[in-house]
């Protein structure tokens, strides 16, 4: 499904804590838009919606939609901190291309026909 680093469970557990609210868990979503197409995107939500996936990280979990799950499948996230600042990144082997920031992405026009085929 999707693999979540060590570095960014970290990160997670400390946004969580600082929250102080057992119910609130990740949520990791892709929407249109963005330089390359698609962008990533990140909040803590309380409901969980009938066709989340619900990946369970430790003593937290990650909430992904069914639509965002079909761009995110086999994807890293991660937390990195450098010179330009600090974020969540995802390594998602689906994308074709990607933005300079790793924020946005694209897939193939094929990629679309295959999942929207049924």
Do not use: W
């Not at 693999?3 to 970290?10: G, H, L, M, R, W």
């Not at 868990?25 to 249109?32: A, E, S």
């Not at 499948?73 to 998602?92: C, P, R, T, W």
């Amino acid at each position: 499904m999707i693999t979540i680093t060590e570095n960014a469970q970290s990160k997670i557990l400390d946004i969580l804590a600082e929250e102080n609210n057992p119910n609130l868990k990740l949520r990791t979503f892709v929407q249109g838009g963005g330089c390359s197409g698609m962008s990533y995107g990140f909040t803590l939500d309380e409901e969980q919606n009938d066709d989340d996936f619900e990946i369970p990280v430790g003593t937290f979990k990650v909430l992904v939609d069914a639509m965002s799950m079909q761009y995110l499948q086999g994807a890293s996230i991660d937390y990195k901190e450098d010179l330009l600042g600090s974020q969540f990144s995802i390594s998602n082997p689906n994308a074709e291309t990607t933005c300079g920031c790793g924020s946005s992405f694209s897939v193939a026009d094929d990629y679309y026909d295959h999942q929207f085929q049924e």
